[in-house]
């Protein structure tokens, strides 16, 4: 089921439903299972050190405990800095409509990574925004991303900034052992 | 993240380079409401051997199991319920609850439209990005209106030299791809023209290096693409 959203461009505005693209929607994907001596597929569950309980899948919670190991609802957390001081998530969506700002030069694209790929019906786009973007111009909507088109359709995609510096030769290369970064990077294969 | 990785240049020169993302802002942390502290746990809800199958199995019909119900709690382990799992091993369970010591891995081909189109013995896809496997120039350019407009570009890596002589090599390759304003795609494998693998049975990554100098800096950014901006097919 497709989510909807409000554009605003030059006063016209446009409501448009959003269906995600994904790599299993365009390309297929694959599952890894495993099969029992009988050619039976199996179930993937946990086992605890002390082999005592075996939990499949919905046997578990995850839950947020405090000092006396009482459970503390997600609703009732409290964020905070690394100060101490109280976090508000700046991802609030605004009531209105989101406004459009641009045309954008395309390296503000290429300044960012996508998060997610969203395609759009052109035929709910309003007809003045809609030329524009068939005319090769990319447009920004805060806190939502880029709107462009090419020679298949019309995308909104979801980003966030990515900040580099130019390097110098004196410039200190710290080497950090986390390698906790490329996990990202390991989806399922084709 | 930081990882040294073997680049070749245009002229077909290697140098071992670091392969670098941007670092994350760390995230906020979470409290109990009056600020104290708040830990994260696996608990136990109820084990498999009480699961709707395994008393199904247990019980001849429906009847037995919903007099089994209304006159105790066979579904509840009073002893786990509410327990902390701790940690735990990932295990394979067989369709009567048992887990097997060993099991035959299979993997199941979906096509697009969800449906399952084969079904195949497991086989590892070894990565191919590290310090013995070159990445190399494909000589394909793009422009940067073709890059952003066919491909979602997921994730960003910047090379950085690894000492004085490797600094010069990544400067006088950015000074060129600024000169040809355009990116070059970059291949992996022994035809070069593989998709990046950074970690076994990872994700292929199609790369594009782009690079830019400021005098006596540069800078060369690694734009990877799991995804063309293409309509899917239902």
Not at chain 1, 3 to 17: E, N, P, T, V
Not at chain 1, 67 to 93: F, T, Y
Not at chain 2, 139 to 167: C, M, N, S, Y
């Amino acid at each position: 089921m497709s989510r909807k959203i409000d554009l605003s461009f030059q006063g016209s505005i446009s409501r448009i439903a959003l269906h995600r693209i994904d790599r299993a929607r365009l390309y297929g994907s694959t599952r890894r299972i495993g099969l029992d001596g009988k050619g039976r597929e199996c179930t993937s569950a946990l086992l605890t050190r002390d082999g005592k309980y075996v939990m499949g899948p919905g046997s578990t919670a995850g839950m947020y405990l405090n000092k006396g190991c009482d459970v503390i609802a997600r609703e009732d957390l409290a964020r905070m800095d690394e100060h101490g001081q109280p976090v508000i998530s700046n991802k609030v969506e605004p009531d209105g409509p989101h406004e459009l700002a641009g045309p954008v030069p395309m390296e503000a694209l290429l300044e960012c990574a996508v998060t997610a790929v969203y395609e759009v019906d052109i035929s709910e786009i309003d007809s003045t925004l809609a030329a524009s973007l068939s005319r090769g111009d990319i447009y920004h909507a805060p806190n939502r991303g880029f709107l462009l088109a090419n020679e298949y359709g019309v995308f909104l995609l979801a980003t966030e900034r990515v900040r580099f510096d130019f390097i110098g030769h004196d410039q200190q290369i710290v080497i950090d052992d986390d390698d906790h970064e490329y996990d990202d990077l390991g989806f399922k294969s084709m | 993240m930081i990882r040294k990785v073997r680049l070749e240049d245009a002229r077909g020169r290697d140098g071992l380079v670091y392969l670098s993302s941007t670092p994350h802002a760390a995230g906020p942390v979470l409290h109990t409401p009056d600020g104290g502290p708040v830990h994260f746990e696996r608990i136990i809800k109820n084990p498999m051997d009480r699961s709707e199958s395994t008393l199904r199995r247990q019980y001849k019909n429906d009847d037995s199991l919903t007099h089994a119900l209304i006159e105790g709690d066979p579904e509840i382990d009073m002893e786990a319920a509410g327990m902390i799992a701790g940690p735990c091993d990932r295990v394979w369970v067989d369709p009567d609850g048992e887990p097997l010591y060993s099991a035959t891995m299979m993997e199941i081909v979906y096509g697009p439209d969800g449906g399952e189109k084969k079904r195949r013995a497991l086989r590892d896809i070894e990565a191919n990005v590290g310090e013995k496997m070159p990445l190399r120039w494909t000589g394909r350019f793009f422009q940067r209106e073709e890059i952003v407009r066919r491909f979602a570009i997921t994730r960003k890596l910047q090379i950085l030299h690894t000492d004085g002589l490797a600094f010069d090599f990544l400067h006088r390759m950015s000074g060129l791809l600024e000169s040809k304003d355009a990116l070059v795609s970059i291949g992996a494998g022994p035809k070069w023209r593989d998709p990046l693998i950074f970690e076994r049975n990872g994700t292929p990554h199609r790369a594009f290096l782009e690079g830019r100098t400021k005098g006596d800096e540069y800078m060369l950014i690694l734009h990877l693409s799991n995804l063309e901006l293409k309509k899917a097919a239902s």
